[in-house]
């Protein structure tokens, strides 16, 4: 029979085997007693059974295609467009994808002069995952994350090279480095903050989710020599009931900013908050990013000017 078929192939196809049968038995159910007859013949022959599998399979294709249009024409990585004069660069946490954080995007329409820029990250085995492919920065060891979070330097360097070369890139098609805000949530932040120490330019802000230190022994060191990061205002929320990536992580991240002379804006703990954000933490962004990337008016801004003059 049909739903056994679908019952052969995996937990997804037995969540859809069992709507299917739901769905025949209701369909079944309310049709004239002779038709149902019929229909019960025809359901029967082991080709009909065939052929209505492969029906609804193309039925349960096509409507994961149409829930997922918004995600399949996700473009994390956007050219610039004429009226966007500054950036938020974002980092996703593992197992999530930049698509997770588009809503940022829609709950800052007020601030329709700054672009999204949400990249993926690639998909590598996760320790803490039972070794399981997710996408992620770098390994992450065990969850919860803790203080005693092990450093994976070679996929961290290599991500940090990665999120560079995108601030490059917006540079490259008219947005001032110093109206870029590179962020990120529970890993992307651990990124974020290395990102912010080594880039050469002095952004706008930086904005840390529920993140954590990663390289805990070296990170004062390079916020402290690294010239543009200083006066940078960093924005560190966590919250209380944070399971994944303990609030103690968020602390000390707060602590090492401080204690490594960048400006800290705010350390922000939310009472009611596991690992995810609230609408008190966005507006907290929203406000962040209005003082940082103010409107200005459309058009080459001056790295993008100077860049042209050179090559002339």
Known sequence: MVIAHLLRHGAGNTIKAVSCAALLYVLLSHLPGTLQKRCMEWLSSSGNQALLMVVLIVVALVGQLISRREELMFCGVPQRKPHETSCVIWLHGVGDSGFGFDFLR???????????????????????????????????????????????????????????????????????????????????AALAVWVAARCPHRLAAVVLWSGFVARASALPAALKASGSAVGVPFLVQHGKKDLKVLPECGSRLADVLESSGVTLRGRHFYDDMGHECCEEQIAEMRALLKSALPLTASGPTTSAKKGRAKEE
Do not use: C, Y
């Open 106 to 188: 829609k709950k800052m329409v007020e601030l329709p002069h700054v672009k999204w820029v949400l990249p993926d990250a690639s998909h590598l085995q996760v320790t803490g995952a039972e070794g399981l492919r997710k996408r992620a920065w770098f390994d992450t060891s065990a969850f919860p994350v803790t203080n005693l979070e092990p450093d994976d330097p070679e996929r961290l360097d290599s991500s940090i090279d990665k999120v560079l070369a995108l601030v490059d890139a917006q540079i490259a098609q008219g947005i001032d480095a110093n109206r870029i805000v590179v962020g990120g949530f529970s890993q992307g």
